[in-house]
């Protein structure tokens, strides 16, 4: 499952989820894109210790006004968003104008809120969702997308152009209740579904455990709670691997058999 979707709740831990997993990958010798498609999310870039390149996708495609207008004729033309903007592209065909490497893994935004009253997110939706459907991904590659919080990737399509949905499940009813309606929009969508429980003592463990297993969603692995982490996230550092106890191959070869 070469492509993935990282999504849950706000503050459950998708970008932690994300950072460990590509530093995982790269320490396999394997290459990993990183595509940042939360359009305010500020500190991602931080955690992995990849600077954000030039640009974002949406201003090397000309901007909003240019997107936007595109989405507006297609719309008004055909009656939806499906507007072509991509061609079949590999990892390495990427221009380093929006995707900035650092050894095998880089980094890419698709867009931000930039300024007050500049309109809905909507043109960045239509971007990530054409982009990563054109994206193509050899076997010994991974593309991972952090999303907004919550489910509106799924009303964007998004999710249609990758391989797989992995959901961060933190210690919270909200995030129990969320991952239920997740599954029915992975299923609906023809994707696979699991989920990873993140920030969890030995208590909260057995109690999400029990939860989850009743609504029949499979748990890919588990991420304990790591003071470490958490102060070194706090300070604005780079996160690592051996900050925390869990096993993050394990993990990567649970969501990759799926």
């Not at 500020?42 to 640009?55: F, I, N, Q, R």
């Not at 459907?133 to 998004?158: C, K, P, S, Y």
């Not at 599954?183 to 696979?192: D, N």
């Amino acid at each position: 499952m070469p492509k993935m979707v990282i999504c849950g709740r706000g503050g459950c831990g998708k970008s932690t989820l994300i950072t460990l997993m590509a530093q995982k990958i790269e320490e396999q010798g394997k290459k990993v894109l990183i595509v940042d498609s939360d359009e305010s999310n500020l500190g991602l870039s931080t955690m992995v210790g990849t600077g954000p390149a030039e640009k974002t996708l949406m201003n090397y495609m000309g901007g909003r006004p240019v997107v936007g207008a595109k989405l507006r004729a297609r719309i008004k033309n055909e009656g939806d968003e499906k507007v072509p903007l991509f061609e079949k592209s590999r990892l390495d065909e990427l221009s380093s104008e929006f995707v900035s490497w650092t050894g095998n893994k880089g980094f890419m935004q698709i867009g931000k809120i930039e300024h007050s009253h500049e309109g809905c997110a909507c043109p960045m939706g239509v971007i990530a969702r054409d982009f990563l459907t054109n994206l193509t991904v050899n076997d010994d590659e991974w593309v991972l997308v952090d999303t907004e919080a919550g489910i509106e990737h799924f009303g964007r399509g998004i999710v249609g152009g990758v391989d797989s949905v992995v959901m961060v499940v933190d210690p919270s009813n909200d995030a129990v209740l969320l991952s239920e309606k997740i599954s029915g929009l992975s299923k609906e969508a023809g994707k696979p579904f699991g989920i990873i429980l993140n920030r969890i003592d030995d208590e909260t463990k057995s109690i999400l455990e029990d939860a989850i297993s009743k609504k029949n969603i499979p748990i890919l692995g588990v991420i304990p709670y790591s003071i470490t982490m958490a102060r070194e996230n706090l300070k604005g550092n780079r996160l690592d691997n051996n900050m925390i106890e869990g096993d993050i191959g394990e993990i990567l070869n649970k969501v990759n058999s799926q």
